[in-house]
């Protein structure tokens, strides 16, 4: 900590001249995958994203072969949207929030390997195809069915710690991360933990809590949320810090709960 009052961040102290960027490539879709190396010059600052589009203003390999820009997804480059999510040097994150610097810091080299998910089919390059995801809200519902645009009067009110939880659910931005950390989520093995969390998100709602016989019976099936190992990989990669493994808790008591007694509602 400085001496006033700010905390330093580690600097390196002797940074190379060029990062070399190893990039896990594939021209289309079920083509074969095949490695390439590139070399950036270092400045200070950089991310994930900023070193790529130095590649794609010169796509040209370390050793000095003529290739075809790198393709990958980005949108709001602040950690909100969750669509440049990659493996960087064997860790699944955001490419925007991955700064050079502490990536160098972490490996002590000037290798830095970038993959795209392998949970997901790989469309091109870095760039993966996220609809399961998607198709796993629908599965459960995770949204509020509006009955008209009518007053419906002032919903129940949440305690603080409730409203809380549901905030921190509420922060999930599809990106993928649990899914590609976690073992048992193979495609359609297994719903995983975003699902379970946007579940748990709208059954706690005042309003939501009315379908919530429907998104328990959409984590019953065969890809439900039985197939849970428990490796708890998931809060381990979180960029957003959701307590996944908390709503996979909550949910499967849930589940318990309405099976035993979901009769007396008949």
Same mark, same amino acid.
């Given at each position: 900590?400085?001496?006033?009052?700010?905390?330093?961040?580690?600097?390196?102290?002797?940074?190379?001249?060029?990062?070399?960027?190893?990039?896990?490539?594939?021209?289309?879709?079920?083509?074969?995958?095949?490695?390439?190396?590139?070399?950036?010059?270092?400045?200070?600052?950089?991310?994930?994203?900023?070193?790529?589009?130095?590649?794609?203003?010169?796509?040209?390999?370390?050793?000095?072969?003529?290739?075809?820009?790198?393709?990958?997804?980005?949108?709001?480059?602040?950690?909100?949207?969750?669509?440049?999510?990659?493996?960087?040097?064997?860790?699944?994150?955001?490419?925007?929030?991955?700064?050079?610097?502490?990536?160098?810091?972490?490996?002590?080299?000037?290798?830095?390997?970038?993959?795209?998910?392998?949970?997901?089919?790989?469309?091109?390059?870095?760039? &993966?195809?996220?609809? $399961? *995801?998607?198709?796993? +809200?629908? #599965?459960?519902?995770?949204?509020?069915?509006? !009955?008209? @645009?009518?007053?419906?009067?002032?919903?129940?009110?949440?305690?603080?710690?409730?409203?809380?939880?549901?905030?921190?659910?509420?922060?999930?931005?599809?990106?993928?991360?649990?899914?590609?950390?976690?073992?048992?989520?193979?495609?359609?093995?297994?719903?995983?933990?975003?699902?379970?969390?946007?579940?748990?998100?709208?059954?706690?709602?005042?309003?939501?809590?009315?379908?919530?016989?429907?998104?328990?019976?959409?984590?019953?099936?065969?890809?439900?949320?039985?197939?849970?190992?428990?490796?708890?990989?998931? &809060?381990?990669?979180? $960029? *957003?810090?959701?307590? +996944?493994? #908390?709503?996979?808790?909550?949910?499967?008591? !849930?589940? @318990?709960?309405?099976?035993?007694?979901?009769?007396?509602?008949?």
């Amino acid at each position: 900590m400085s001496a006033d009052g700010h905390i330093e961040k580690k600097r390196l102290e002797n940074p190379p001249q060029t990062i070399d960027v190893k990039i896990k490539r594939r021209e289309k879709l079920g083509g074969e995958q095949f490695w390439e190396t590139f070399s950036v010059p270092y400045r200070r600052n950089l991310n994930v994203i900023s070193v790529l589009m130095d590649i794609r203003k010169n796509p040209v390999t370390k050793e000095g072969k003529e290739t075809t820009p790198p393709v990958w997804d980005m949108s709001c480059l602040e950690q909100v949207c969750g669509i440049c999510t990659m493996v960087i040097n064997g860790r699944v994150r955001q490419s925007c929030s991955a700064l050079i610097d502490d990536l160098l810091l972490a490996t002590g080299n000037n290798v830095i390997t970038l993959e795209p998910m392998s949970k997901f089919p790989n469309v091109r390059d870095l760039k &993966v195809d996220r609809t $399961p *995801m998607f198709e796993h +809200l629908k #599965k459960v519902q995770a949204w509020i069915e509006l !009955d008209g @645009t009518h007053d419906l009067g002032p919903a129940d009110r949440m305690s603080n710690e409730q409203a809380q939880e549901r905030y921190a659910y509420s922060r999930c931005m599809t990106c993928g991360c649990c899914l590609e950390a976690c073992p048992q989520y193979y495609e359609d093995n297994y719903i995983g933990p975003q699902a379970i969390a946007q579940a748990r998100l709208f059954n706690m709602h005042p309003t939501g809590k009315m379908n919530m016989d429907e998104r328990l019976e959409g984590l019953m099936q065969e890809d439900g949320i039985t197939n849970c190992g428990n490796a708890q990989n998931c &809060v381990q990669v979180c $960029p *957003m810090s959701i307590p +996944l493994t #908390k709503a996979i808790y909550q949910t499967n008591r !849930d589940i @318990t709960i309405n099976k035993l007694f979901g009769w007396l509602k008949k």
